[in-house]
T-cell receptor
């Protein structure tokens, strides 16, 4: 079956602009995670959804970052007033139910803020 | 602060030999540990995991060892194959938390 997909694969924007990154999890997976991976670093946790609700958003760096998952499937990560430091690969992962189940990662969206 | 550390950014091993990748952690509350493998332009792929109640878990050529007193885990790959060349991340999670903490990765090159 289809894996986790993320769109766009690459996004170049200018400082101060707004961007949306999309994640399509594996069908039937209720848990969804967003991570940010900067160059030379491991994935850094941003937010965890269980169904439609954000069960843990403690990893979001500031209020410019927001994520939604209105129907419990597709999720969108939204970044307002982008800064150059936001440049990174944004990874999405889904798992069947919760932290005990294997996470399946998408290929990521590479965001570049000029 | 970096709660999960991989101090070797890279490792080269001859095909057929053993690869040993190391990971250290600082948070004694971590109770579940995982290894992921990542190829360029792809997301990480789950490889193997271990619960803190165990000290060893084996899956084919891959074995993970956990030393809780030293807050150290290692991944052994035997025998190493060229297709194992990738970046390996260790990750940890604590108790009822939802945050997975990842190390910075070790790039493994298996030389044919």
């Amino acid at each position: 079956g289809a894996g986790v997909s993320q769109t766009p694969s690459n996004k170049v924007t200018e400082k101060g602009k707004y961007v949306e990154l999309r994640c399509d999890p594996i069908s039937g997976h209720t848990a969804l995670y967003w991570y940010r991976q900067s160059l030379g670093q491991g994935p850094e946790f941003l937010i965890y959804f269980q169904g439609t609700g954000a069960a843990d958003d403690s990893g979001l760096p500031n209020d410019r970052f927001f994520a939604v998952r209105p129907e419990g499937s597709v999720s969108t990560l939204k970044i307002q007033r982008t800064e150059r430091g936001d440049s990174a690969v944004y990874l999405c992962a889904s798992s069947f139910r919760d932290r005990g189940d294997t996470q399946y990662f998408g290929p990521g969206t590479r965001l570049t803020v000029l | 602060d970096q709660q999960v550390k991989q101090n070797s950014p890279s490792l080269s091993v001859q095909e057929g030999r053993i690869s040993i990748l190391n990971c250290d952690y600082t948070n004694s509350m971590f109770d579940y540990f995982l290894w992921y493998k990542k190829y360029p332009a792809e997301g990480p792929t789950f490889l193997i995991s271990i619960s803190s109640i165990k000290d060893k878990n084996e899956d084919g050529r891959f074995t993970v060892f956990l030393n809780k007193s030293a807050k150290h885990l290692s991944l052994h790959i035997v025998p190493s194959q060229p297709g194992d060349s990738a970046v390996y991340f260790c990750a940890a999670i604590r108790g009822t938390g939802n945050q997975f903490y990842f190390g910075t990765g070790t790039s493994l090159t298996v030389i044919p």
